[in-house]
């Protein structure tokens, strides 16, 4: 049973360039989330999932975007990307009726 | 908008005793779920225990139990009898309006450090 998985685990971007963060889960989650973690600011939420076909932004999501064609997939992607987006992303992926957030093993992006 | 406060950057305990960690939160909605994790120096999120806005009972997970005061907004995370394995970032967390698990608020989090 894998749960969550996020590829690649490591990244160094140059500035401007583009990329795709994998995020995908097993458990036939409804809800799946995209959050960044910065030093001394815990985890925010960039888009969320409530469905195939159904996404919405979180508190930070500018410089992000998402889609979510299958149930099972949940890609994040950086268009152009800048100094201020290195840091460490989770996806994370929950049912409607569960009381748990089942999260990845985190992408620790760097760009220079 | 909803806010989650953890006060304590850094806390040192000794092996062996008991350690509250400190959460208050701020929401207008009156269903909603709290929520602990771990983060050890590996990195990974590592659930720990879940409360409901409407449950009676403090929420027991083996060493972790969650004080909940409804009325003081307050749920903090007891863990009994610490051990070295304990040593890791500790996050509160609360769900979206109606238990919504997909949008979750994160504290700052406490940094837990175990002195053998």
Redesign the interface.
């Given at each position: 049973n894998a749960g969550v998985t996020q590829t690649p685990k490591f990244q160094v971007l140059k500035t401007g360039q583009s990329m795709t963060l994998q995020c995908a889960q097993d458990m036939n989650h409804e809800y799946m989330s995209w959050y960044r973690q910065d030093p001394g600011m815990g985890l925010r939420l960039i888009h969320y999932s409530v469905g195939a076909g159904i996404t919405d932004q979180g508190e930070v999501p500018n410089g992000y975007n998402v889609s979510r064609s299958t149930t099972e997939d949940f890609p994040l992607r950086l268009l152009s990307a800048a100094p201020s987006q290195t840091s460490v992303y989770f996806c994370a992926s929950s049912s409607p009726v569960g009381t748990e957030a089942f999260f990845g093993q985190g992408t620790r992006l760097t760009v220079v | 908008a909803q806010k989650?406060t953890q006060t304590q950057p850094g806390m040192f305990v000794q092996e062996k005793e008991a350690v509250t960690l400190d959460c208050t939160y701020d929401t207008s909605d009156p269903s909603y779920?709290l929520?602990w994790?771990k983060q050890p120096s590996s990195?990974?999120?590592i659930?720990l225990i879940?409360q409901?806005s409407y449950d009676q009972q403090n929420a027991t997970e083996g060493r972790y139990s969650l004080n909940f005061q409804k009325a003081r907004k307050s749920a903090n995370l007891v863990i009994s009898a610490s051990q070295l394995g304990d040593s890791a970032m500790y996050?509160c967390?609360m769900s979206g309006s109606n238990f919504?698990?997909?949008?979750?608020?994160?504290?700052?989090?406490t940094r837990l450090t175990i002195i053998p």
């Amino acid at each position: 049973n894998a749960g969550v998985t996020q590829t690649p685990k490591f990244q160094v971007l140059k500035t401007g360039q583009s990329m795709t963060l994998q995020c995908a889960q097993d458990m036939n989650h409804e809800y799946m989330s995209w959050y960044r973690q910065d030093p001394g600011m815990g985890l925010r939420l960039i888009h969320y999932s409530v469905g195939a076909g159904i996404t919405d932004q979180g508190e930070v999501p500018n410089g992000y975007n998402v889609s979510r064609s299958t149930t099972e997939d949940f890609p994040l992607r950086l268009l152009s990307a800048a100094p201020s987006q290195t840091s460490v992303y989770f996806c994370a992926s929950s049912s409607p009726v569960g009381t748990e957030a089942f999260f990845g093993q985190g992408t620790r992006l760097t760009v220079v | 908008a909803q806010k989650i406060t953890q006060t304590q950057p850094g806390m040192f305990v000794q092996e062996k005793e008991a350690v509250t960690l400190d959460c208050t939160y701020d929401t207008s909605d009156p269903s909603y779920g709290l929520f602990w994790y771990k983060q050890p120096s590996s990195g990974e999120m590592i659930f720990l225990i879940y409360q409901g806005s409407y449950d009676q009972q403090n929420a027991t997970e083996g060493r972790y139990s969650l004080n909940f005061q409804k009325a003081r907004k307050s749920a903090n995370l007891v863990i009994s009898a610490s051990q070295l394995g304990d040593s890791a970032m500790y996050f509160c967390a609360m769900s979206g309006s109606n238990f919504g698990n997909e949008k979750l608020t994160f504290g700052t989090g406490t940094r837990l450090t175990i002195i053998p």
